[in-house]
């Protein structure tokens, strides 16, 4: 199965993107790999939208292990993304 991630070509060009610092651009598009993606909408007038929204998990030791991302550059990376509205955190785990 191949998988597909869509980004906007503007948000990668934004002023608010091109800000983002060490690891965020990365933490960000692994948020967006993590998306789950349905059409809903009328046959011919479907559109796309992130069915798990809020449900998002991504744990710090799963950062550490698979991405090589440690506990603080993974926070830092977080603190950018909130900061500047690229996600919200619903719940903090611990």
Do not use: C
Not at 80 to 90: A, K, P, R, T
């Amino acid at each position: 199965m191949v998988s597909k991630i869509v980004i906007d070509a503007d948000l990668v060009t934004s002023k608010v993107f091109l800000k983002l610092k060490g690891v965020a651009p990365k933490v960000f598009l692994l948020f967006l790999r993590r998306r789950k993606m349905t059409k809903v909408g009328k046959k011919g007038k479907e559109k796309w939208v992130i069915s798990n929204n809020g449900e998002i998990v991504f744990p710090y030791a799963e950062a550490k292990e698979k991405f090589g991302i440690t506990p603080p550059r993974f926070q830092r990376a977080l603190d950018q993304l909130v900061e500047h509205g690229f996600i919200d955190i619903v719940h903090s785990g611990g």
